[in-house]
């Protein structure tokens, strides 16, 4: 993943089909049922943070696993 302001990194778990987000604020959510094009359109974005906004952000149904520090 290049370089982001609003994302510090992600993660897939392709059986689960899981997307892990951790935040820069620290916050850390598992967004569920996404695909694996998804995840690398994020993962390979010239702004991932942009990108995650409008693929995945609004889109997906998640959960929170560390609330922002």
């Known amino acids: 993943m290049r370089e982001s302001t609003y994302l510090a990194s992600i993660s897939y ?4 089909k899981t997307m892990t987000v951790v935040f ?4 850390k959510i598992a967004y569920h ?3 694996a094009r998804t ?3 994020v993962a390979n ?3 991932p943070g942009e990108k995650f906004s409008e693929l995945v952000k ?3 149904r ?3 696993l560390k609330q922002a520090a």
Request: hydrophobic share 35%; glycine share 4%; proline share 4%.
């Open 33 to 35: 049922n996404v695909s």
């Open 58 to 60: 609004e889109d997906y």
């Open 24 to 27: 820069a604020d620290g916050a």
């Open 39 to 41: 995840f690398n359109a």
């Open 62 to 64: 998640f959960t929170i």
């Open 13 to 16: 778990d392709q059986p689960t």
């Open 45 to 47: 974005a010239k702004s």
